[in-house]
């Protein structure tokens, strides 16, 4: 292994902000710097706290680790860090919302010390050189296509510049580090492609992350490699629309070619990835799946609206036809896979009808696991012109008319495992209860009684009872 700083820690929640830990004590880091020859630490320290979606969380691991290979040590408490970062998320105006009032701290308290704070992520390039008049605490503004120049920008601030920017969106690069802080002991992140080329109309991303640009198949491989020889077991692949990936190099691995080579390489036992986006979603993927029981039998496929008249406003290139049409691809499968999906409802103009189309969408669906959300306007989208003509109280009706839908759904699909035998990787233990969490290949939560050193295991457990959200098992014989 190379170049790759692993933390032992406890698994990773599904804590949507995330702070990265501090890191562990010297035995229980692994590193290699034979090529930086960097000292570990140089006294200086830092925060991250981290916004919204996995793309971000794995942005936060490589900039951290930007900042290990400079000198910078992480710590838990921003008012203990020399400089401070908060990695953006603006999806939704709550998320954008939180980062300023993270920020209101440096107001009022702690200007006695010297810092530095910056703002990366989607606000970050959404804001721009405003965030300065919003927050003029801020001296660092950086959006994700610009963090192969983190570094760069931090020395500036460091030799005394006041205000640095990294805003530019015309790259074709990706954000490439010789070391990740990786935040998850068994299961590691990969990005292959960044930026988005859709232009869905309610969406910042490809004005936030910039235009699509996949990674040599050769540097993707090469990076699983030497984290399945550094012991990773399970592998996430990252993209926006990661399978809209095009392989730049000679290669030319398609994606379901590159999902085939991942999943061949020896001690690799998971292999997942996210998110899809329906259109580029073809039959390849899922015969990839069949061929290889390493691939995880899950498929996240965004749907967001189950009435055409949405889809076309949404601007989403597929129909409900097309959509299922996709699923009846996946369900015809030798392995059975479980679905999730994303849905916004009340997005502008969405009528009663429109809404019920999407409530039949997810009855003809029995997706495993939704994850709805009410539509909020975003700046600088087309969505954003629109008339946001549903009343928030409407919306919120129809959130939980569609949840209460489908908690039902996920109830009986998951009470038809009761009985069954599934293998488990444990995640994490609730030393309360006595309680490993495993999670199976089809990305299901069970709860079963264990022991805090399973953590990191393979074992079978056998499903016992059913709630909606998650299953209660017991480790079976076999495993
Ligand atoms: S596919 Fe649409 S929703 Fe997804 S990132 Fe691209 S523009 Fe946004």
């Not at 960097?38 to 706290?49: A, H, L, M, R, W």
């Not at 074992?459 to 079976?476: D, E, F, K």
């Amino acid at each position: 292994m190379e170049n790759e700083l692993i933390q032992i820690l406890p698994a990773g929640s599904n804590r949507s902000e995330r702070q990265l830990q501090p890191l562990a004590p010297a035995h229980e880091i692994l590193f290699n710097d034979a090529a930086t020859k960097q000292p570990f630490f140089k006294g200086k320290t830092f925060y991250i706290e981290t916004f919204g979606c996995q793309m971000n969380v794995h942005d936060s691991e490589k900039v951290a680790g930007t900042l290990l290979a400079k000198g910078y040590r992480p710590v838990e408490n921003y008012e203990d860090a020399d400089l401070v970062l908060y990695n953006t998320c603006s999806i939704r105006e709550k998320a954008a919302q939180k980062v300023f009032s993270r920020l209101g701290a440096f107001k009022k308290g702690a200007r006695n010390r010297q810092r530095i704070i910056g703002v990366l992520g989607c606000v970050a390039q959404q804001e721009g050189e405003r965030f300065f008049d919003r927050a003029p605490q801020v001296q660092l503004v950086c959006g994700s296509a610009s963090y192969s120049r983190i570094s760069e920008l931090i020395d500036r601030l460091e030799a005394g510049e006041k205000r640095v920017t990294g805003l530019s969106l015309d790259t074709d690069e990706c954000f490439e580090t010789e070391i990740t802080r990786r935040d998850n002991p068994f299961r590691a992140y990969i990005t292959i492609i960044e930026g988005c080329d859709k232009a869905c109309t309610y969406c910042v991303v490809p004005m936030t992350r910039g235009p699509e640009r996949s990674r040599p198949s050769d540097k993707v491989l090469a990076e699983a490699r030497r984290l399945v020889d550094a012991g990773y077991t399970e592998i996430q692949l990252l993209g926006q629309t990661v399978n809209s990936y095009r392989d730049p190099s000679l290669a030319r691995l398609a994606f379901p070619e590159l999902l085939l080579r991942i999943a061949e390489i020896p001690g690799l036992k998971r292999l997942r990835f996210t998110t899809s986006h329906p259109h580029d979603f073809t039959s390849e993927i899922v015969r990839a799946i069949e061929n290889s029981p390493v691939l995880c039998n899950h498929i996240h496929l965004p749907l967001q609206c189950g009435s055409n008249r949405m889809l076309a406003r949404m601007r989403r290139t597929y129909t409900r036809e097309e959509y299922l049409e996709k699923i009846s691809c996946i369900r015809s499968a030798k392995r059975a896979m479980s679905i999730s999906t994303d849905i916004i409802v009340g997005f502008c103009g969405e009528t009663e009808e429109d809404f019920e189309q999407t409530l039949s969408l997810i009855d003809a669906v029995g997706y495993d696991q939704v994850f709805s959300f009410k539509y909020s306007p975003r700046p600088n989208t087309d969505a954003g012109r629109m008339e946001d003509s549903v009343p928030e109280e409407e919306k919120g009706r129809r959130l939980i008319t569609l949840q209460e839908r489908q908690r039902q759904i996920q109830l009986s699909r998951n009470q038809e495992l009761i009985g069954q035998e599934f293998e488990v990787l444990v995640e994490g233990f609730q030393s309360k209860l006595g309680q490993a969490i495993g999670r199976t290949t089809s990305n299901r939560i069970i709860n079963f009684a264990g022991e805090a050193g399973w953590i990191g295991q393979y074992m079978n457990v056998r499903v016992t009872a059913a709630g909606p959200n998650s299953l209660v098992g017991v480790r079976a014989e076999s495993g």
